[in-house]
């Protein structure tokens, strides 16, 4: 069962499959651009004054999407990421690519914004990511690092969030030992933001994260996901055809 007012229609020139790689990402992107982290613009409303924006992890499903979002937010994006992914990430609208192995990558960032970076999310949301982004973040007041997990900046002047998305269906849940109230405001937000990312689908101004259709169906998910643990799927979102499963009775 679905909610009805969270879900996207799947635009005439997108397959299933292209479509399967958005998953949750639009609204994780959604809330952590726009809604709750960085409170950016939104694309319906876009900056017209040059400001930097950097995106953690460009190369990740939801990092293509933000770095996408934020360029029609009419910002200028920066995106540490792989080396190999850079290109890439520039057809998206990344100005500027750097690659998270340098060890200079904080300084390059930094010089390269004049040490005005006052926004920054993080999609991989580790230790090292968020030591990476406090160092590339301005030293002057009211910096900005949100993430998609509950880690925090280890600058003390800068203000840190992150986002649970699953609070986009407006119930409540529980996520671990934690315990999440029903939010009216952020079901309302996500009938808002999946509308306007069906309508960016639909316009060709968003494009989908490559994906990796893999053999078997749901039969074939667990092995998807020991390739995940052991780091061997790269710029890619595993995907699966549910009429591909194989009939246990078969087997």
Not at 146 to 161: E, F, L, M, Y
Request: with cysteine; aromatic share 8%.
């Amino acid at each position: 069962m679905a909610k009805g007012d969270v879900q996207m229609r799947v635009p005439d020139q997108l397959t299933y499959e292209e479509s399967a790689t958005l998953a949750l990402g639009a609204i994780t992107v959604g809330q952590g651009l726009y809604q709750k982290s960085l409170k950016l613009n939104l694309p319906t409303d876009p900056i017209r004054t040059k400001e930097h924006v950097l995106i953690y992890g460009g190369g990740t499903a939801t990092g293509g999407l933000a770095i996408q979002f934020a360029r029609l937010s009419g910002y200028s994006v920066i995106t540490i990421c792989s080396g190999e992914d850079s290109e890439r990430l520039k057809l998206l609208g990344a100005e500027e690519c750097f690659d998270y192995r340098d060890p200079n990558v904080a300084d390059k960032v930094r010089r390269l914004t004049g040490n005005n970076l006052q926004y920054a999310w993080d999609t991989v949301a580790i230790e090292s990511s968020a030591k990476i982004c406090a160092n590339a973040l301005s030293t002057y007041p009211g910096t900005q690092y949100g993430a998609t997990n509950p880690i925090k900046s280890p600058r003390s002047d800068v203000q840190s969030s992150s986002i649970v998305m699953y609070t986009m269906f407006g119930e409540s849940f529980s996520f671990g030992a934690q315990e999440f109230a029903r939010s009216t405001e952020d079901f309302e937000f996500a009938k808002m933001f999946m509308g306007l990312t069906e309508k960016l689908l639909r316009e060709d101004k968003i494009k989908t994260h490559p994906g990796v259709l893999k053999e078997h169906g749901l039969a074939g998910v667990l092995e998807g996901l020991d390739e995940l643990k052991a780091g061997k799927v790269r710029s890619g979102k595993l995907v699966y055809r549910i009429a591909d499963t194989p009939d246990p009775r078969e087997c």
